[in-house]
């Protein structure tokens, strides 16, 4: 496993922007997938977005797709998320994930999570 902390959330309004960053350690994370996850108050952990580990393949859930863009830096550890056009309804807790199988955008397919971000969007 890889330990993952997440940095970069905050408050901001709708129409903003804002990149979250994932800082890995342990394992070499270049040998695993890297997802974005959410989840809000009351609602199941959802989907956001994955990288494969050579970063060339990415996907997208619905929600986002278009306004996010993931991104990774092996060489920094390090995965990022950009969020743009933000909605009050993207507003949730952000988790980073690493995964050994490659674009998985099923939650338990990943072994190793961070503790998450707050992302408050206002409207």
């Known amino acids: 496993q890889v330990t993952l902390v997440e940095s970069g959330g905050g408050l901001v309004q709708a129409g903003d922007s804002l990149r979250l960053s994932c800082a890995a350690s342990?394992?070499?994370?270049?040998?695993?997938?890297a997802g974005w996850f959410r989840q809000a108050p009351g609602k199941e952990r959802e989907f956001v977005a994955v990288?494969?580990?050579?970063?060339?393949?990415?996907y997208y859930g619905n929600s986002v797709k278009g306004r996010f863009t993931i991104s990774r830096d092996n060489a920094k550890n390090s995965v990022y998320l950009q969020m743009s056009s933000l909605k009050p309804e993207d507003t949730a807790i952000y988790f980073c994930?690493?995964?050994?199988?490659?674009?998985?955008?099923?939650?338990?397919?990943?072994?190793?999570w961070g503790q998450g971000t707050q992302v408050t969007v206002s409207s």
């Open positions: 990288i494969a580990w050579s970063g060339d393949k990415t």
């Open positions: 994930a690493a995964s050994h199988l490659t674009m998985s955008t099923i939650a338990n397919d990943f072994n190793s």
């Open positions: 342990g394992r070499t994370f270049s040998n695993y997938a």
